[in-house]
């Protein structure tokens, strides 16, 4: 079974300031991919960044960056210096055997 | 555009009414997936397709569900005898069979049952 717990329901911040979402994964499979998905009020869900459970390697990308630390199953993601734009629901998801496990997501709100 | 498109955005329909939401893939994609989306919830996975073959069904695909890929094209999801319970955003997706975990997805018909 597969369990993804994003325990932060809401989140507002300030504009340029950083905001690191959270993420816990349970498995006890030992092959699986790790991902982060955006949802603006269109409703598309924007694929934004993915991780294989081999890669502990943390690494950014412009204003993203992610943090997996497979020993206590978190997969944390954090956005530098926060626009207005970012505003979203944020998902963290896991994939095995042909489908994706989401967690209930994380409300951003960047205030000007 | 290229993307997933589906079709129609919004449905809002009477309790018992069927519905029937379609969803046009990336062309040379030969996977597609249904998900379920209810407010304030992540996606859950209800079906998916290899092709024109259905290869796994969830549990929360009950009998009033029926999910179409008749020509490894397009597919369809239908809901008969629609609840309340079934409003939620339906969310497709699709990929390539060998590159599985670079999934796209749709904007979603959001359904309504009043």
């Known amino acids: 079974a597969q369990k993804v717990t994003q325990a932060q329901t809401e989140i507002s911040v300030v504009e340029k300031e950083d905001v690191t979402l959270d993420c816990v994964y349970e498995t006890r499979d030992t092959t699986y991919y790790l991902f982060w998905y955006k949802q603006p009020p269109s409703g598309e869900l924007v694929f934004l960044i993915r991780?294989?459970?081999?890669?502990?390697q943390n690494e950014i990308s412009g204003r993203y960056s992610w943090n997996f630390q497979k020993s206590t199953s978190s997969f944390n993601f954090t956005i530098t210096a926060s626009q207005v734009v970012d505003s979203a629901v944020y998902f963290c998801a896991g994939y095995n055997f042909n489908k994706f496990y989401f967690g209930s997501g994380t409300k951003l709100n960047v205030k000007p | 555009d290229t993307g997933v498109s589906q079709d129609p955005r919004h449905k809002i329909t009477k309790r018992g009414q069927n519905v029937t939401f379609r969803c046009d893939p990336i062309s040379e994609h030969n996977r597609l997936y249904w998900y379920r989306q209810t407010l304030g919830q992540g996606p859950e996975f209800l079906t998916y397709?290899?092709?024109?073959?259905?290869?796994?069904k969830s549990r929360l695909l009950s009998d009033r569900f029926s999910a179409e890929r008749p020509k490894g094209s397009f597919s369809t999801l239908e809901i008969q005898r629609t609840e309340q319970g079934d409003s939620a955003m339906y969310l497709c997706?699709?990929?390539?069979?060998?590159?599985?975990?670079?999934?796209?997805f749709g904007q979603g018909t959001r359904l309504t049952v009043v």
């Open positions: 991780r294989n459970s081999f890669d502990e």
């Open positions: 997706a699709s990929s390539l069979a060998n590159r599985d975990t670079e999934a796209f």
């Open positions: 397709f290899q092709n024109e073959a259905q290869l796994e």
